[in-house]
């Protein structure tokens, strides 16, 4: 019941980012977002036009990714329909891979600044390296190796979300500061805040699980 509720709130907080996030970019220009100071629109409004065109690959490679990821981790969907876990599996990959690019390229662009260049650079990089390794090992049918993988890419993907949970935690923070001022500063720290420990906890589980499997498979080769 643990791992079911997990699964429905990892599942539940993916789409709702995935919809609503880039939801306004889409049903208005950037022009008329920063005019009604949505967002970030009013950093992003002023960039040359290839910047503002990154920003949309970039919203919507992750939308796509963040909305799918959570299929991948259900053993009963995989059993009952493999063929959506390849689909959804491959969608999730050719998203990756414009949205990560598009990450890239608008890192120095951060409205975080330096902060913003090296922690969300870092984090398109280590994306673009996960979706890579998960698709090799999955090539040469290393299906162990393509687990631990998706479960990175996983942990990385998923700061979307963790990104607004941590702004929402650290403005609550900052009672009494001005508000703009409280959100400058919560966004310098988000820009790590968002994914490291997303990292930390995947690498956690996947050495608690290779050390699980180590002791059954000792305890199955003694008796």
């Not at 329909?81 to 050719?94: E, I, S």
């Not at 414009?98 to 608008?106: Q, S």
């Not at 631990?148 to 403005?171: E, K, M, P, Q, S």
């Amino acid at each position: 019941m643990k791992r079911t509720a997990g699964l429905w709130w990892l599942a539940l907080s993916a789409a709702a980012v995935a919809v609503y996030a880039p939801l306004p970019y889409l049903t208005a220009s950037l022009d008329a977002l920063a005019a009604d100071g949505t967002g970030l629109a009013g950093h992003y409004a002023g960039q040359p036009a290839w910047v503002r065109s990154a920003l949309y690959v970039h919203m919507i490679g992750a939308g796509v990714a963040l909305l799918l990821s959570p299929l991948q981790f259900s053993a009963r969907l995989r059993a009952r329909l493999p063929r959506l876990h390849w689909v959804a599996g491959r969608t999730v990959l050719a998203a990756v891979v414009p949205g990560g690019v598009a990450g890239l390229l608008l890192s120095p662009f951060s409205y975080a600044g330096l902060a913003g260049t090296a922690g969300f650079g870092l984090l398109a990089l280590l994306w673009l390296v996960a979706a890579a390794s998960a698709f090799r090992a999955a090539r040469r049918r290393d299906l162990r190796a393509h687990r631990r993988w998706a479960v990175r890419l996983f942990a990385l993907t998923y700061a979307g979300v963790t990104l607004r949970l941590w702004l929402i935690i650290l403005l609550v923070a900052q009672p009494g500061t001005d508000p703009g001022v409280a959100f400058d500063r919560a966004y310098l720290i988000v820009t790590f805040l968002s994914w490291v420990p997303n990292l930390l906890l995947a690498e956690f589980l996947l050495r608690s699980r290779r050390s699980a499997r180590r002791k059954v498979v000792g305890a199955t080769a003694s008796a």
